[in-house]
């Protein structure tokens, strides 16, 4: 079943007296359970896929929908409503509020949706647990290394258990172990069901998705065609 579905997606920017034509006519399926990831050059609009994706942003042109449900253009309380049931958000600055503590940055959101605060102990709880960062729940981002505050991040994305997953440069900031242990991350949470959606500039995070998504000039690109082999006809049978 498909949990993403673009059609036609057209998106521009004005720069002054420019026009630029961040997305042109994209379209882009994704499969619910899937973990893709988004590749371009800086420039290319993956940013821009991923703020519409995420329904921060409203696109021009063409249309989106969202585990079955098209995304209202105009509404934004409906999109909030949206944000905060469907989509889990994982930032490369990690985002978490310094005078809170972990614990706290994961019920944030939660009390925006309106979960009791018993609810949201036991989400925030339950999230951390799964991060491996229960002993640090009452710790506060300064107090915490760069991966444990992403994986803060992270448990803050899923606590909810939404269905989608954005992840945006989620390694960006992180040393090269630390950037491998987010991404089994991530990766656990696709074996367990989740749909993750990443951007990343890095070839070795994009090659441990299980599809890649290359997007250049606003346009998404088709991968080439296979080779195709020629088998040859058994002998002693003749073409028809």
């Known amino acids: 079943m498909a949990l993403i579905e673009m059609r036609g997606i057209c998106k521009t920017y004005r720069a002054g007296e420019h026009t630029v034509e961040a997305l042109q006519n994209v379209s882009l399926t994704v499969e619910e359970g899937e973990f893709v990831a988004v590749v371009g050059s800086s420039g290319s609009g993956k940013s821009t896929l991923m703020n519409l994706l995420g329904c921060l942003d409203l696109p021009d042109a063409g249309s989106y929908f969202l ?24 930032f490369q600055h990690f985002h978490l509020i310094p005078t809170l503590t972990a614990a706290e940055n994961i019920e944030l959101p939660l009390s925006y949706r309106g979960v009791p605060r018993a609810e949201r102990k036991r989400l925030a709880a339950g999230a951390l647990e799964k991060m491996g960062l229960l002993s640090r729940a009452s710790h ?48 656990a949470l696709n074996r367990e ?7 990343t500039h890095d070839p070795g995070v994009a090659s441990m998705a299980g599809r890649i998504v290359q997007i250049q000039d606003g346009r998404i690109k088709n991968p080439p065609d296979p080779p195709r082999i020629r088998i040859p006809a058994p002998s002693g049978l003749s073409r028809q």
């Open 193 to 199: 069901g989740r749909t993750v959606i990443l951007i």
């Open 140 to 187: 506060r981002p300064a107090q915490l290394s760069g991966g444990q505050q992403q994986r803060v991040a992270i448990a803050r994305a899923i606590a909810s258990r939404p269905p989608l997953i954005l992840a945006d440069e989620p390694t960006g900031n992180l040393d090269t172990a630390t950037g491998r242990e987010v991404m089994e991350t991530l990766l």
């Open 67 to 90: 585990d079955g449900v098209e995304i209202p253009v105009q509404d934004e309380a409906a999109l909030c409503r949206i944000r905060n049931r469907k989509i889990g958000f994982i």
